[in-house]
């Protein structure tokens, strides 16, 4: 509130109080003349009029709400609250600061998270043989206080902060494996995802399919914890200035001809062959989704040689990526879920993941039956917990 909202709001409740206040001494002094009977000689509709003194329970109840608006002045910031933080004080952060509502919110969350986080630490990490987590995510959460606090928080925290976080895939992975924690991360999963990657986790238009193991970030449980904890954009820039309209139709046509759904397509020769040149040029499209086109999940761009879209593979939706451009956007989570939150919804996303979809990129290749039996497991408890 600004001060002069506060002053304001003050001032008429000050000038209220005191109109009342004068009121009330005012009829304390007044002495009415009374009459022999103990009346003061009004008399209405056969009902006369005594000098009585106001009943005590009334006058306690009274003296007894001031005090307690002077008393809640003093206790909280009722009073040009921009001026006086009153002297009630709560725990956040491990530290004492002055009430606000906002203070208090935080409070209360942290005593409600306090509960999350212990259950999470003795009913699913020491469950799921991971309790290596606990240490790691208190020097986080430390970590992560002290960039909340600090107004210029050390350049190189940031960067220590997304390694703590990478050291927690071990236990993602093997929450993963846990079908209490995968319970509890398809709620999670239904509560705070489903809005844009769906229910069933397939993805829309704009917003990735999280079962197909083809991934923009990487599918590892260090990738998908860096992505739900940052959060990511997705900067695919517009070339119709830099190439021209030209320019544009010939590109696409390169991209209908190394994607993986075009046979209905009849591909203009001439303009494959300038669109590839314009593609390979160094610092144009080879820069981000790599020589051979199958993407890079440093960059996030995709792979343009297989049959999984974002937006669409079509010849005119692909004209209109690159035409205008594309920036997904996938909010960040840390601030919003904390970190055992997101602990659950990366094992949860992990255990989605068909990761036989794909045995060249699969990690065991030369055994692949027994990995595609894991995750056909994992996929089995999964669809269990729902
Ligand atoms: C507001 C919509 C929105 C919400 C809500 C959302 N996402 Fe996303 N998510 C996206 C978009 C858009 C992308 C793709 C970003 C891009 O295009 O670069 C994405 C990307 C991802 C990726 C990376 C996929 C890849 O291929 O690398 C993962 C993993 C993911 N989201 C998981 C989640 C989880 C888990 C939640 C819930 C906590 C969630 N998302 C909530 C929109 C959303
Ligand atoms: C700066 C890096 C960068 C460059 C350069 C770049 N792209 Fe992209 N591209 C991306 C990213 C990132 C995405 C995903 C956008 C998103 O997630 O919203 C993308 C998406 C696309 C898509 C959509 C794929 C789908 O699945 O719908 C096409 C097609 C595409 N790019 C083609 C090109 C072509 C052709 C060029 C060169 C003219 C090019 N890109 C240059 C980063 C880049």
């Known amino acids: 509130m600004t001060f002069f909202w506060s002053s304001w709001i003050t001032i008429l409740s000050i000038m209220c109080w005191a109109g009342i206040l004068g009121v009330l001494l005012m009829v304390l002094k007044y002495k009415p003349e009374v009459e022999e009977d103990g ?9 006369q009029e005594y000098d009585k003194p106001l009943p005590k329970w009334w006058l306690v109840i009274f003296f007894g709400s001031i005090i307690w608006a002077v008393a809640y002045w003093i206790f909280f910031p009722g009073i040009f609250p921009s001026k006086w933080e009153g002297i009630t004080t709560v725990e956040v952060d491990g530290k004492t600061v002055p009430w606000t509502s906002h203070n208090e919110l935080n409070s209360e969350l942290e005593s409600n998270n306090k509960v999350f986080t212990d259950n999470f630490e003795q009913n699913i990490l020491a469950k799921a043989d991971a309790s290596g987590a606990t240490k790691t995510l208190a020097t986080l959460s430390e970590m992560q206080a002290t960039m909340r606090h600090s107004e210029k928080p050390p350049a190189e925290l940031q960067a220590q902060i997304d ?32 809005v844009c990657h769906g229910s069933n986790a397939k993805g829309a238009t704009g917003y990735p399919n999280l079962t197909d193991n083809d991934w923009l970030y990487g599918g ?35 991209v209908l001809s190394i994607s993986g759904n075009q046979p209905g397509y009849e591909l203009d020769k001439a303009k494959v062959t300038q669109g590839e040149a314009i593609f390979n040029e160094p610092t144009n499209c080879v820069l981000c989704h790599g ?78 039956a027994p990995q595609a039996a894991t995750t056909a497991t994992a996929t089995a408890e999964t669809t269990a917990a729902k």
């Open 291 to 368: 020589p051979d086109a199958k993407g890079m999940t440093s960059t996030g761009a995709p792979n343009l040689t297989d049959k999984v879209w974002l937006y669409g593979g079509d010849r005119e939706t692909i004209r209109e990526t690159i035409r205008y451009g594309r920036a997904g956007v996938m909010p960040e989570w840390e601030t919003k879920l904390g970190n055992e939150r997101i602990m659950l919804l990366a094992a949860y996303v992990y255990s989605l993941s068909d990761r036989s979809a794909q045995p060249a990129k699969a990690k065991t290749v030369s055994a692949p």
């Open 39 to 47: 009346t003061t000689g009004h008399t209405y509709d056969g009902i």
């Open 163 to 194: 390694e703590k976080v990478a050291e927690l895939a071990p236990y993602v992975e093997k929450l993963a494996e846990n079908p209490n924690a995968l319970k509890v991360g398809s709620r999670l999963f239904l509560q705070n995802c489903a």
């Open 220 to 254: 590892e449980a260090a990738n998908i914890l860096t992505t739900l904890h940052n959060g990511r954009v997705g900067g695919m820039t517009a070339w119709r200035d830099q190439i021209g309209e030209d320019g544009v139709r010939a590109v696409s046509e390169y």
